[in-house]
């Protein structure tokens, strides 16, 4: 007998629980399938040839890694042992599990170049693996459902994404969020004027903590970075830019004015705006944030990030632009642009804000009680009228207590009972009970369906 | 720059394969909420702790193990690699991929006992890992879709198993099937009365192959197996016993008028023949097969088999009555009932039969062209219109040749394209085309919205 437990960092989904989660898998899949993006899934397994290297060090050391089958120690020696965990795991472990979307997807891309319509629009909603420490809110097995269009360099990609998120965050019931966006450019741009072209990375890990440690503990850690007293000078204006944005952005055009590529990356943001305002949107909640930055060595144009407010819950989607999507396969220059949101954070937002509505559409609507093997008998073709009408029917399986059927119906939330007694058998009228309103009445089985659908 | 492949065993699966399993998966979860089954999930890392021993040595070998994180060679000696791959394994390595989905259901059950109401009736839709000899047909990583009833020895369970089935396969279009069912009591009964008691496990395996081997060749392999001739002699009934459903209880009745436990099953089957016939099924598909077995040492009452007819493709569904689900985890006594369906034998059965139709819910509707960008920004509202009536809809992202345009609709199986040029801005008038019939017509959006919808 063995103590059953759950690994680390991993965890079940009861009913109740995967009810609210397809709601939401489903309002997106839905929305992202509105947009022309078409489902692929690639597999758990992927050849660590494919995933190594991809992720930086703290990456491949957080892949799971599978141990090679049949006798793999046959072959090692000591001086494996000697050798280390990364020179062994190399000699015992050649497979390991999905870390994100994006590698698989690039490796789907080339393997199957010949056969996809380009511009290629794919969502992918399936879960990935990191060897993290687990925390409250991180695991270590958690999905994640990602669009991406790649082969085009249109404009028109990232307003629909401004689209496609809004859509999903408002059919999910989720009014009050920012979209934030920024672009690469802008960031290489204000480098390049400061004085430190190149160096955008460690510059906007300093700025990105501005909201939180303000101004002057950015500055000191751009100091302690190596950043001069006359480029943090320079910096200024990033402290003062504030307004609309378009007020902004002609802000932002007199300060760059010398950098082709900051420029650039302005009249991206311009267009994007004035796409998104093409399409008549009535509430945009995109908002431009000259901080942002989100993995700054892959994204080269728009980052986006998306955030509730009034919830103390970190980001609920970011994405962005990319050129060489697929350059370490041996395939360069596939640019596009992408997003991706978490599930269980949009989760999180939507239980603090009492967003799941009563979903009936999984679970059962009408429970048909079950006396004895006469009732049974009368029930069974009612139970197969409910559910051709496409009602969700049970029959409770068992004889027994009134008292213990209703409660069954009650703990599995099912919110009407149709009581068979021998009273309704010889009547024909079967009592039909609203468990929420404590009412009943007697109908027949076309009335009552009526009622059901 | 590395080349990238795929693990052995295991698939990509691009859009129009995922549109057509999707529709597999959704018809059977349809069916399983339908009959009251409520979804959950448990996680594909599970500790080897509640793996191991669950699936013989066999299974044990066929698990995939993840390789523990940090370093785990440093404790390690030679010593440790002298005691084999067994050993070394159990040192290195503490969690597993998911394999079945029925022991992670019992480990989820005992886990959550105080919470779930009984009779539990769950539903699962994961893969599973097994690290087979990938072959035709068999894969590394493949989807099993169970549903099982957990607490209740009701046959009522074994009935709506069967309208289940039913249900799921015709909504497939799948009309020729048959679903074969017998009882492990039976199979007990038959080894009592040829003086084999206990013995049903070799029986059967050998009885089992009657279809393909011949009554002559069964016979020479239960010698092979230390049967003696008088058991074999008064095996005979087995390959005679024939005729409708009905008559052939009888004469099993009167063959195993000896055993008590034989007599059982046969009375617990003809009461799951008298319950489907209550639910006033039209054309019961299920079929008696004293002969039927699939892993006895599990099953302890109800056997079921699922066949496509006028396929050579195996079985596409099977499962069975247990009496014992969690007593390897400590809490004994738990009984169910549960059946497991093949998406990936169904897929291929609904493919040789052409069953799949085409299924636009999840591929873009209409496609609007785009010339330049004044046709674009005319267009961009329209798009937004089309959408918000649910329509999938999207814009060729880049300015360019209409051949090219009318190609990608082609290619990615759009039927209908909307042409936005000079003319069309003037008027108002949108030229609407058919892809399949090459028709066009002039309209305005209203019009083409009520085209689409």
Known sequence: MSKPSLARGTRDFGPSVMVKRNYIFDTIKRTFQKFGFQPIETPTIENLSVLMGKYGDEGDQLLFK????????????QKDLDEGAKKLTHKISEKGLRYDLTVPFA??????????VMPFKRYQIQPVWRADRPQKGRYREFYQCDADVVGTD???????IVLMLQEILQNLGIQNFTIKINNRKILSGIAEVIGVKGSEVPLTVAIDKLDKIGKDKVEDELRERGFSEESIEKLQPIFEIQGADNQVFEKLKAWLKESETGLKGIEELEKVWSLVESFGLDNSKIQL????????????????????????IGSISGGGRYDNLTGTFGMPGLSGV??????????????????????????????????????????LPILKKLRDAGINAEIYPESGKIKKQFDYANRKNIPFVVVVGSEEIQTGKLTFKDMALGEQEKLNLEQIIEKLK
């Open 107 to 116: 490796r789907f891309v080339v393997m199957n170049r010949n056969d996809l």
């Open 289 to 312: 944030d000259i901080t942002l930055a989100r993995g700054l060595s892959y994204y080269t144009g728009a980052i986006f990030e998306v955030k509730a407010n009034g919830v103390q």
């Open 338 to 379: 992408g997003i991706s949101l978490g599930v269980d954070r949009i989760f999180d937002v939507m239980d603090e804000l009492g967003l799941f509505v009563d979903n009936q559409s999984v679970t059962t609507k009408v429970l048909l009680t079950n006396f004895d093997e006469e009732a049974e008998k009368y029930s």
């Open 66 to 77: 599978i141990l090679n089958s049949g006798d793999f120690s046959k072959d090692l020696t």
């Open 154 to 160: 249109s404009l028109i990609c990232e307003a629909e």
